[in-house]
């Protein structure tokens, strides 16, 4: 059995997918053969894994850092929230079912069997496991078949490490009142804490790291300051998008729907100084001066349809077109711009179908067979190479496929409207290839930067990696 390690966290979002990201990286740097593990992810932002299924990005991202390809196994559970109260659940890589929240707590506990299955494979594979949790071990109200945080931990044996987010104020609490709530047996797992996310001098805080080891009887294994240079990392949490690039060059904006995903797909856009990209947030109008107007990702077609059309973009698209912008649709964003969709199975909600936007002359039909694959072809347009992944239950078809916006082989992919000003794509993450994202800026006039996207991810994976051995006891931490 290999060695492991788990990074629970007071809350979300206080930096454990990047905390393991890094540790990831630091492993591999001296020779560990190590591995990317989490039992339960809920995220709209998947990744097509080198067995055909599906993981959420975040692990795609710390098995990219752990030098491996993403495989399943790395994250047992996902669930994609579809509506408020509901989620797609994929067991393994393969969607099992959609429930609400009060079925899947009763469905949770049969999950643990393959949350410990795919571990074991991990395990006997690697060196070092690295474990994320997710949410925080507090909420003592899901304790109760919790195969995310304690619940896995007591399960496999793990000993846990807790972080602690100070950017968001009130640190000492945060991990004094997380050993405070949790069950004695629970507590006994946690080994040791991380105050994350410091800024200005850390020795300011020499008292209150002190309170905290002192309160609970944990040792410390550092204070992290803040990674400025997050934000060049994909994102996996909507939340996390940010709202303005800083480049100049071609205006993108992309609408920001209630279920967006997959939005990684405009990380190498942000990055590129060729590109001034912009987030429209619900109730702001598409700006006039827009090139190009991305409809993104979602996981309810039909419902971010209505969505699109209660902020009044289908209003604001239709006179984007007719000042001479271009709109790109990718996915679901794809199906919306089409004249109907069809959802004879209630696959994303009530059955029934919608009418499209009307801006491409196909129709979709949701259908159960979900298409998780990755591809390789060619940009009809400029002959660019092109890869990236599909994720998807519509099938499309109609005229304008006639003009496809890719060729997968002989095959044709996406489509093109007559006046060539609307584009639609099933293909996800397209414009990390360098070779194809210069090649579509340059159809609009626009020089692309000069550095390659996928390089500059590794390399600040190298930089995280570099910034957390200056600030934790990664010694310490990885041989608990």
Not at 3 to 15: E, F, K
Not at 184 to 205: E, S, T
Not at 367 to 385: C, M, Q, S, Y
Request: proline letters at 6%.
């Amino acid at each position: 059995m290999a060695r492991a390690v788990m990074i629970q966290g007071t809350g979300s979002n206080v930096g454990k997918s990047l905390l393991v990201a890094g540790l990831c990286r630091w492993a591999r740097s001296r020779g560990l053969s190590v591995a990317p593990f989490k039992p339960q992810n809920m995220s709209n932002n998947a990744a097509v894994t080198a067995d055909g299924g599906e993981i959420g990005r975040a692990q795609a991202l710390q098995a990219l850092a752990a030098g491996i390809e993403p495989l399943c196994d790395m994250n047992p559970v996902l669930l994609k929230p579809e509506t408020d109260t509901g989620s797609q659940v994929v067991v393994q890589g393969r969607r099992v079912a959609t429930t609400g929240a009060r079925d899947y707590v009763a469905l949770k506990p049969k999950l643990m069997g393959a949350v410990l299955e795919s571990f074991a494979r991990l395990s006997a594979r690697h060196d070092l496991v690295i474990v994320e949790g997710a949410g925080s071990p507090a909420e003592v109200n899901l304790r109760a078949g919790d195969i995310a945080n304690m619940g896995f931990a007591r399960a496999a044996g793990v000993p846990v490490v807790l972080a602690g987010d100070i950017d968001r104020g009130g640190v000492i609490a945060q991990l004094v009142g997380t050993q405070a709530v949790l069950d004695p047996a629970d507590a006994a797992l946690i080994k040791g804490f991380i105050v994350n996310k410091f800024r200005g001098d850390p020795r300011l805080f020499d008292d209150g790291y002190r309170l905290i080891a002192e309160r609970t009887g944990w040792p410390g294994f550092g204070v992290v300051p803040y990674f400025p240079d997050a934000g060049l990392l994909p994102a996996e949490d909507a939340l996390d998008l940010p709202r303005r690039s800083a480049g100049r060059g071609l205006k993108v904006v992309c609408l920001t729907l209630s279920r967006i995903a997959n939005f990684d797909d405009l990380d190498p856009l942000h990055a590129d100084p060729g590109v001034d990209l912009s987030m429209i947030q619900p109730g702001q109008p598409v700006p006039g001066d827009a090139d190009l107007v991305i409809v993104p990702g979602t996981k309810s077609t039909r419902g971010d349809l209505a969505f699109l059309r209660a902020q009044g973009w289908d209003i604001d698209l239709a006179a984007h077109l007719r000042r001479g912008g271009h709109v790109l649709g990718i996915c679901g964003g794809y199906q919306m711009l089409g004249r109907v969709i069809r959802d004879p199975g209630g696959l994303e909600g009530p059955a029934g179908e919608e009418a499209g936007l009307g801006l491409l002359d196909i129709e979709t039909v949701m259908v159960a067979d979900k298409r998780l694959t990755r591809i390789e072809g060619t940009h009809v347009a400029t002959g660019a190479p092109i890869r990236g992944y599909e994720i998807h239950i519509g099938r499309s078809d109609g005229p304008d496929r006639a003009r496809p916006f890719a060729r997968i082989g002989p095959a044709p992919e996406g489509a093109v409207s007559a006046d060539g000003k609307v584009t639609g794509s099933y293909l996800h993450g397209m414009f990390a290839e360098d070779d194809f994202r210069r090649a579509f800026l340059a159809g609009f006039g626009v020089q692309a930067g000069p550095q390659s996207y996928a390089q500059g991810v590794d390399d600040t994976l190298d930089r995280l990696a570099a910034h957390l051995a200056a600030h934790l006891d990664v010694e310490g931490l990885l041989n608990l």
